[in-house]
T-cell receptor
Framework: DTAVSQTPKYLVTQMGNDKSIKCEQNLGHDTMYWYKQDSKKFLKIMFSYNNKELIINETVPNRFSPKSPDKAHLNLHINSLELGDSAVYFCASSQDPQGPVANYGYTFGSGTRLTVV | SQKIEQNSEALNIQEGKTATLTCNYTNYSPAYLQWYRQDPGRGPVFLLL?????KEKRKERLKVTFDTTLKQSLFHITASQPADSATYLCALGTTGGFKTIFGAGTRLFVKA
C-alpha cells in the first residue's frame, strides 16, 4: 500500500498545454503539500492545504491551481505550460496540522517528472 | 533572505567509517530541523527531527546535533554501508507554520 501516491510519474508535454497531476494519501493526514524540485535539487514549497483549506500559497504563478476535493486528495492543475515549469513535482502529507513538529516529518510521494518541450 | 547551505560536493567515504554531513543556515530561527534521505527518482524519506531545545538525537546508526548559536546541524552515520549511499537533505521549520525550507542536499557515496 503506497502511503502517498502521485500520477503520472512522467509527463512530457508541449508549451502552452494544460495538464494535471493527481495526489492521494491513505495515511489519514490532515495536511497536504505540493513541492517543486528544480534542476539544482532545491525543494520549494508551492502550496499547503489543511482539511481541504488552502493555508500556504507561495509566490507561484496563477497558472498553477491546486484543488483538494477531500482531505485525502490534492491535485495540481497547470495552465499554459512554459519551458521553465520543467521540474519534479512532489506531493507530501503530514500528520500535525501545525506542520511536521511531531517525530514523523513529511511523507512524500515518488514525484512527477514534468518535461515541457 | 533565509538560506540553508549543505555541501554541494559529494562526500566519498569507505565502508565502516563515519560519514558527517553539515547543514548551515542564516537569517532563520527554526523551531526544529529535520533530515531526509533521497534516492534517485524517489521522494525524500524522513529520518530524524531535532527541536531547537535539543542538542543531540540518535536513531540506530544515525546521530544529529543542533547548535542554534552556530546555526548548524551535523548529521552522522556511523559504521556506514554502501546501502547508505544517497542524497541527504536538511530542512528547517517554525512552530505554527506549515512551511518547511529544504537545503539542496549532499550526495553521499559509501565505497565497499
Amino acid at each position: 500500500d503506497t502511503a502517498v501516491s502521485q500520477t503520472p510519474k512522467y509527463l512530457v508535454t508541449q508549451m502552452g498545454n494544460d495538464k494535471s497531476i493527481k495526489c492521494e494519501q491513505n495515511l489519514g493526514h490532515d495536511t497536504m503539500y505540493w513541492y517543486k524540485q528544480d534542476s539544482k535539487k532545491f525543494l520549494k514549497i508551492m502550496f499547503s492545504y489543511n482539511n481541504k483549506e488552502l493555508i500556504i500559497n507561495e509566490t507561484v504563478p496563477n497558472r498553477f491551481s491546486p484543488k483538494s476535493p477531500d482531505k485525502a486528495h490534492l491535485n495540481l492543475h497547470i495552465n499554459s505550460l512554459e519551458l521553465g515549469d520543467s521540474a519534479v513535482y512532489f506531493c507530501a502529507s503530514s500528520q500535525d496540522p501545525q506542520g511536521p513538529v511531531a517525530n514523523y516529518g513529511y511523507t512524500f510521494g515518488s514525484g512527477t517528472r514534468l518535461t515541457v518541450v | 533572505s533565509q538560506k540553508i547551505e549543505q555541501n554541494s560536493e559529494a562526500l566519498n567515504i569507505q565502508e565502516g567509517k563515519t560519514a558527517t554531513l553539515t547543514c548551515n543556515y542564516t537569517n532563520y530561527s527554526p523551531a526544529y530541523l529535520q533530515w531526509y534521505r533521497q534516492d534517485p527518482g524517489r521522494g525524500p524519506v524522513f529520518l530524524l527531527l531535532i527541536r531547537e531545545n535539543e542538542k543531540e538525537k540518535r536513531k540506530e546508526r544515525l546521530k544529529v546535533t543542533f547548535d542554534t548559536t552556530l546555526k548548524q546541524s551535523l548529521f552522522h552515520i556511523t559504521a556506514s554501508q554502501p546501502a547508505d549511499s544517497a542524497t541527504y537533505l536538511c530542512a528547517l521549520g517554525t512552530t505554527g507554520g506549515f512551511k518547511t525550507i529544504f537545503g539542496a542536499g549532499t550526495r553521499l557515496f559509501v565505497k565497499a
